[in-house]
């Protein structure tokens, strides 16, 4: 099993950026995926979820109504589509399979001016 982000980088305030994660080794469109971030000194918590079968997404309190996850499973990839993003969104984003139990290897996100 493979995760590999990518699209991680530097953007200001008010900015957009877009997520990847190409998922190899497991029946990618069979089963949920996350994004999950972690900043300095603060522990690793879930920012949003894809389910496979309905479709249906969850997400973080703090990202609602600006970040979108979304999947294609012909290209075993999800991802995560950040807009209005703020200083306190600085983070490594990590993609996580639940059903396989595994993680990318992060992709570090910083909103500065």
């Known amino acids: 099993v493979q995760l590999v982000e990518s699209g991680g980088g530097l953007v200001q305030p008010g900015g957009s950026l877009r997520l990847s994660c190409v998922a190899s080794?497991?029946?990618?469109?069979?089963?949920?995926m996350s994004w999950y971030r972690q900043a300095p000194g603060k522990e690793r918590e879930l920012v949003a979820y894809s389910s496979s079968a309905s479709g249906s997404t969850n997400y973080a309190e703090s990202v609602k109504g600006r970040f979108t996850i979304s999947r294609d499973n012909a290209k075993n990839t999800v991802y995560l589509q950040m807009n209005s993003v703020k200083p306190e969104d600085t983070a490594v984003y990590y993609c996580?399979?639940?059903?396989?139990?595994?993680w990318g290897q992060g992709t570090q996100v910083t909103v500065s001016s």
């Open positions: 996580y399979a639940p059903s396989v139990r595994s």
């Open positions: 080794g497991f029946t990618f469109g069979s089963y949920g």
